[in-house]
Structures are given as C-alpha cells and as structure tokens.
C-alpha cells in the first residue's frame, strides 16, 4: 500500500488519538479495527493447525516458509462452506482478506475473505482430483445430456456484464423474438463462486427455457471459480438444459463437462439457438416446393391414364384440374401464414428486444443519477457557495490561512466574500483553545 494512502488514514485519526483523549479498551480496539479495514491484502503461507468448530467457522494459521514466522487465521462458515478447497496442515494457499483485533482476546487475527490453492501445480492435481471424482460419479456423461430443445425463445444468461462476451453473444443472437434475462456475475476468482451460484438458484426460479453461462478464455487459475464442486453439482442439477461458453487453454472447465453442450466462445453459442430458426426459415420454401411438385406429379400421372380411357373421363378431368388449383392455393396461402408467422416473430423481437434494452438504459440511468449526485455534492462544496451563506477566505501572502498561527501582526491580510474583496492590515492575534503538543 502506497505510503500516502496510509498517511492520508493516520491524518484522518490525528484528532481523535490526541493524547487528551482517554478511552476505554473496547473503545481503542474499536478504532484499530476501523483502521485496519485499509490492509487488505492476499497472503501467501503453508497452512497449519486447521480446526473446523461446530460451529462451522475454520480456524488456522499461516506459517511463512522463508522464517517461520506465523499469522493466525479465521475464514466464516458462510464463506468457507462454497469455495471447494479441503484446508488441511501443510497446504500451500493465498489467504485474501484483511486483519482484525477479536476485542475478548486482544489478538490479531486475518479474517479471511477466500483461500485458494498456490501454485499451478497444486491447481492442476486439485482439477484432475475432482475431475475423476466427479467423472466417477457420471456427471459428465454422455446419457444424462439434454438436447437442447428446438426453437427456444426464454434464454437466460450468466456472465459479466464489463467486457467483450456479452455484446458478442448478443450481436451474434438474430432476430428470432429471443426473451433474454441477464444476471451480472463476477466470473474470475473465488468470489465469482457465490456469485454465479447465486445467480443459478435465482433462475431455477425463472421461466426460462435454456440458461447460457459465459467467460471469455483464461488460464486454470482465472477459470478457478468454473472448477468448483459445488458450483459443478448445482449446474448439472439445473431444471433446464445449460449451454456453457468458457473459453480456455488446456483444460477443459468441469462446469463444462457438466454443462449439456460446450462450446468455446459466446457467438458459437448465439449461433447454436439461431440454427434450428434459421434452418426453419430455410426450409419453407423447399417444402411448398417438394410438396406442388408431388401433387402434380399425381394429377399429371392421373391425367394420363384419364386421357387412355373414354371421354366421360374428361368432364372428370376437368374437375380433379379445378381441385388442383384449389390445392395449390391452399398450399400458397399455407405456406405465406408460416412466412407471415416467422416475420412476426422477428418483427416481435423489436418489442422483446426492447425490454432488455431497457435493462441496458436502466443501468445508464442509474448512473446519471449518481453523476447527478456527485455533482450536487461538488455544489454543496463549492468554496463561492460557501461565501454566499455567509463565510469568508482569508488569505495572508497569497495564500489560504487556516490557523491563526500563520499569521503575523502587522502583515496584510486578504479576506474574500461572496460579493468582493476586503484588504486589511493585522493589529492583533488572539489564539483560542490551543492544544498541547
């Protein structure tokens, strides 16, 4: 942490630690604690003396492999219980997280926020532990696949909002009247865990008819959160079938394995839900086609054998020819009421497109509202809106004095007010309630 950074904090107590003040114990460790909010850091250490209480919450400690030297540690239940790490002694992990003082005890301790295995070599026998486990288990095969239904409108989508995957998947999505809800999730480190297994308990309550989870690529380390039990299991449980786009180097994500169909990159997967309509749409006028050609086929072949037998044939003739008009106009206005059904469907995605681009423009409203808010608050401090409810400026030397202590008798003095200027000349200091150094 930069060295004004911490400045700035220690200034910001300056008044409040004097030494006139006296406080009680907890009071002390309460104002520690507040300042030690800015030390949040990641610590890298071998694990020891890992105790799981009752009550859940993991107590161990981090022991630096250099010296020895050993910090104590707690990570909550509630965290704990969704990251997937088996914390056990002599485990090499990064603790993220920030130091606090337990007020009975007196001690420091690190409450970690998330622990993750160090080292990609750790990384990697940890992926292929869970790999076989699960694979053993046959959340990976092939039989318990779905297919991804035909002509599917309900989509919901993971992912995150910043970057390039979202926009990809969308622009490559046609207009089909696709439904799309989107839940915003961090999709890189530990802390993507709750937040994707959030977002997937939050659609098993959705109308929604595929859900599409997507990251751009990333190394086994970046797409750690993709490789977590629980997460895995949550996944393949889904009520719907789940699409997963996860980019990556080598090895393949499990959340991909579990997934009903895998595909590397967000526009594969768009392209995936437009296929069956664009096939459709391809398809229409082929089969008006296939189907004129066979019935006249039929008359023609009819026509014949009705021309080798007697006349009386022919007034029959004439009507089968009637019906055959009949028929292919029916045929005509048959196959313009589908056309007509896919314009509609794409006129609609207009409407439905829409809504989600209100999601969109909601997010840049709410944005305009807390420009709006941070402009309000520059306002109410603007120095010249200050002077017109009644304060001044007061500047010795061309410069801003606060503290009478700046000042000399017999210097001049500048005083600034909302309506103009006041030069004086200093003819006594009085000090107030000066406090001991």
Same mark, same amino acid.
């Given at each position: 942490?930069?060295?004004?950074?911490?400045?700035?904090?220690?200034?910001?107590?300056?008044?409040?630690?004097?030494?006139?003040?006296?406080?009680?114990?907890?009071?002390?460790?309460?104002?520690?604690?507040?300042?030690?909010?800015?030390?949040?850091?990641?610590?890298?250490?071998?694990?020891?003396?890992?105790? /799981?209480?009752?009550?859940?919450?993991?107590?161990?400690?981090?022991?630096?492999?250099?010296?020895?030297?050993?910090?104590?540690?707690?990570?909550?239940?509630?965290?704990?219980?969704?990251?997937?790490?088996?914390?056990?002694?002599?485990?090499?992990?990064?603790?993220?997280?920030?130091?606090?003082?337990?007020?009975?005890?007196?001690? /420091?301790?690190?409450?970690?926020?998330?622990?993750?295995?160090?080292?990609?070599?750790?990384?990697?026998?940890?992926?292929?532990?869970?790999?076989?486990?699960?694979?053993?288990?046959?959340?990976?095969?092939?039989?318990?696949?779905?297919?991804?239904?035909?002509?599917?409108?309900?989509?919901?989508? /993971?992912?995150?909002?910043?970057?390039?995957?979202?926009?990809?998947?969308?622009?490559?999505?046609?207009?089909?009247?696709?439904?799309?809800?989107?839940?915003?999730?961090?999709?890189?480190?530990?802390?993507?865990?709750?937040?994707?297994?959030?977002?997937?308990?939050?659609?098993?309550?959705?109308?929604?008819?595929?859900?599409?989870?997507?990251?751009?690529?990333?190394?086994?380390?970046?797409?750690?959160?993709?490789?977590?039990?629980?997460?895995?299991?949550?996944?393949?449980?889904?009520?719907?079938?789940?699409?997963?786009?996860?980019?990556?180097?080598?090895?393949?994500?499990?959340?991909?394995?579990?997934?009903?169909?895998?595909?590397?990159?967000?526009?594969?997967?768009?392209?995936?839900?437009?296929?069956?309509?664009?096939?459709?749409?391809?398809?229409?006028?082929?089969?008006?086609?296939?189907?004129?050609?066979?019935?006249?086929?039929?008359?023609?072949?009819?026509?014949?054998?009705?021309?080798?037998?007697?006349? @009386?044939?022919?007034?029959?003739?004439?009507?089968?020819?009637?019906?055959?008009?009949?028929?292919?106009?029916?045929?005509?206005?048959?196959?313009?009421?589908?056309?007509?059904?896919?314009?509609?469907?794409?006129?609609?995605?207009?409407?439905?497109?829409?809504?989600?681009?209100?999601?969109?423009?909601?997010?840049?409203?709410?944005?305009?509202?807390?420009?709006?808010?941070?402009?309000? @608050?520059?306002?109410?401090?603007?120095?010249?809106?200050?002077?017109?409810?009644?304060?001044?400026?007061?500047?010795?030397?061309?410069?801003?004095?606060?503290?009478?202590?700046?000042?000399?008798?017999?210097?001049? /003095?500048?005083?600034?007010?909302?309506?103009?200027? @006041?030069?004086?000349?200093?003819?006594?200091?009085?000090?107030?309630?000066?406090?001991?150094?």
């Amino acid at each position: 942490m930069e060295n004004n950074t911490l400045f700035g904090e220690a200034k910001k107590r300056e008044n409040i630690l004097s030494e006139e003040n006296v406080f009680t114990v907890s009071e002390y460790i309460k104002i520690l604690n507040e300042s030690l909010m800015v030390f949040k850091a990641k610590i890298i250490g071998e694990a020891s003396e890992v105790k /799981i209480w009752s009550s859940g919450h993991v107590y161990f400690s981090l022991k630096d492999e250099k010296n020895g030297n050993v910090m104590n540690c707690v990570i909550w239940k509630s965290r704990y219980g969704i990251l997937g790490v088996n914390l056990k002694d002599g485990l090499k992990i990064i603790a993220s997280g920030r130091p606090e003082i337990y007020p009975p005890s007196g001690k /420091i301790s690190f409450i970690a926020d998330t622990i993750e295995l160090a080292g990609e070599g750790a990384l990697k026998k940890e992926y292929e532990r869970l790999k076989a486990k699960l694979e053993s288990e046959g959340i990976f095969a092939f039989e318990r696949k779905r297919k991804i239904p035909d002509y599917i409108q309900k989509i919901g989508i /993971i992912t995150s909002k910043q970057g390039a995957v979202l926009a990809d998947f969308l622009n490559n999505l046609a207009k089909f009247n696709f439904k799309v809800k989107m839940i915003d999730s961090r999709v890189e480190g530990q802390l993507a865990v709750g937040d994707i297994l959030s977002a997937i308990k939050t659609f098993r309550k959705k109308d929604i008819e595929i859900l599409v989870i997507m990251r751009g690529g990333g190394s086994l380390e970046a797409l750690l959160a993709f490789n977590n039990e629980i997460l895995v299991r949550e996944a393949a449980n889904f009520p719907v079938p789940i699409i997963a786009a996860i980019g990556h180097d080598k090895d393949v994500p499990l959340l991909a394995l579990a997934a009903d169909f895998a595909v590397s990159t967000p526009t594969a997967a768009a392209n995936l839900l437009n296929r069956p309509w664009e096939q459709a749409e391809l398809s229409l006028e082929r089969y008006k086609i296939d189907i004129s050609d066979k019935y006249r086929n039929c008359l023609e072949e009819t026509n014949g054998f009705l021309r080798q037998s007697s006349d @009386i044939a022919v007034k029959f003739w004439d009507l089968i020819s009637k019906k055959y008009k009949d028929a292919s106009a029916k045929i005509n206005i048959f196959f313009q009421r589908i056309k007509d059904a896919m314009a509609n469907i794409k006129s609609g995605i207009e409407g439905d497109w829409g809504l989600v681009k209100n999601g969109f423009n909601q997010a840049l409203i709410k944005a305009g509202w807390e420009l709006d808010n941070d402009f309000r @608050i520059a306002r109410d401090n603007d120095p010249m809106r200050q002077l017109k409810l009644g304060y001044s400026i007061a500047m010795v030397r061309e410069k801003i004095i606060k503290t009478v202590e700046a000042t000399k008798v017999g210097e001049n /003095i500048d005083i600034t007010l909302s309506d103009g200027e @006041i030069s004086s000349e200093i003819k006594n200091i009085i000090i107030k309630n000066k406090k001991n150094e």
